[in-house]
């Protein structure tokens, strides 16, 4: 008997951020690589014969759990990939659900139905995940396997091997979470499903020290947030000089190389003010109406994107002590880097380890 451990990725930027992933290269978040360590405690005494991943850097990151503690080498998959979503890539969840609502909807709830132009079909990933993990375990009799993978591609294999069809997997076979272990038998011929989804680990007090109090959850993986569009017309500047007043700033609003006004729906919700520095941070300003929403480090997600494009593997911004923007700061995982003019810098590395 094989025996086999499904593990998904840890929190990955697309999944803070809001943005469709697919195949799109994202890093893990700091929630994420605190549920790492989680998933190394989890496994410190578990002996693994050998670890698979999807080729994708969050799946990579998320295996190094296993094979940095247990001395394995990493065997990169790209059978074990997430679906491919088209278009849909690297777009915000709110820009997808304001342009495609119904097939947004289908991809969560009616698989059998889901289809986009460049994208993969979800039975065209059941099969090309089910094929990678049959073939792995038929390459390893009689061993116990660590195996990276996605959320929706596991999601899909997990309802297949209990019997759900594609038009109900969306009602009766959940996402599992972050980091969510699901363990499968391989006896020569056909898989089997032990237990899912079990995310114990993300419940010890190690792993829960590190949780922020009251911070903003999401209610559901899909759960759509912010769409963004360059800030234009004859009230920009009002606006940004307001939203500039409003974190506190003093003295004109700096120029930037882009402005970007975030919406939910269609009411403005926020700004995202970006310096011509590569990965310099103006301004991240969300209504106040709007705030412990989960919707601020939305904005964060856009200056990351924008800054990658550019060559950039670092945020950095300015705030006065004290101040709201400084509170934003240290929350999205920005670190401290000494003082100017009365105001203490920040900074955020945001490049891939090359190591992994």
């Known amino acids: ?6 593990i998904r990725h840890a929190e990955a930027e697309g999944n803070l951020y809001r943005i469709a992933q697919g195949q799109y290269e994202s890093s893990l978040t700091d929630r994420g690589w605190r549920q790492v360590r989680a998933l190394e405690r989890r496994f410190a005494d578990i002996r693994i014969d050998a670890v698979y991943a999807s080729d994708l850097y969050r799946t990579r990151a998320t295996a190094t759990a296993i094979c940095r503690s247990h ?5 990169r998959c790209p059978g074990l990939r997430e679906i491919c979503v088209g278009d849909w890539e690297g777009r915000t969840w709110g820009d997808i659900a304001r342009s495609a609502p119904e097939a947004m909807a289908d991809f969560g709830s ?20 089910k094929a990678a993990v049959e073939d792995i375990a038929r390459a390893n009799p009689g061993k116990t396997l660590a195996l990276f993978s996605h959320g929706y591609a596991i999601r899909l294999l997990l309802a297949n091997l209990q019997g759900i069809s594609l038009r109900d997997t969306g009602e009766k076979s959940p996402t599992g979470d972050n980091t969510a272990v699901s363990l499968l038998e391989w ?21 829960l020290a590190g949780e922020k109090p009251g911070r903003a959850k999401r209610a559901f993986a899909l759960e759509p947030g912010l769409w963004f569009r360059p800030l234009e017309g004859p009230e920009a500047a009002e606006r940004l000089a307001a939203a500039w007043a409003e974190a506190g700033e003093q003295g004109p609003v700096p120029a930037a190389s882009l402005t970007l006004e975030g919406l939910l729906n269609e009411e403005p919700a926020g700004l995202l003010h970006l310096a011509p520095e590569t990965g310099r941070i103006h301004l991240a300003y969300i209504r106040p109406d709007c705030r412990r929403r989960g919707l601020g480090v939305q904005l964060l997600g856009q200056a990351v994107q924008y800054t990658r494009a550019q060559g950039g593997e670092t945020l950095s911004a300015a705030a006065a002590p ?7 700061l240290r929350d999205c995982g920005f670190a401290p880097q000494g003082e100017a003019e009365g105001r203490r810098l920040w900074q955020k590395p945001i490049g891939f380890d090359p190591s992994i």
């Open 1 to 6: 008997m094989t025996t086999i451990y499904l």
């Open 71 to 75: 001395g394995l080498p990493l065997h």
């Open 110 to 129: 009616r698989m059998d139905r889901w289809s986009i132009p460049g994208a993969e079909t979800p039975a065209e990933v059941l099969a090309r995940v």
């Open 187 to 207: 006896d020569g011929e056909a898989l089997r499903v032990v237990w899912q989804n079990d995310n114990r680990h993300l419940k010890d007090p190690a792993y």
């Open 322 to 328: 004290g101040t709201p923007g400084e509170a934003y």
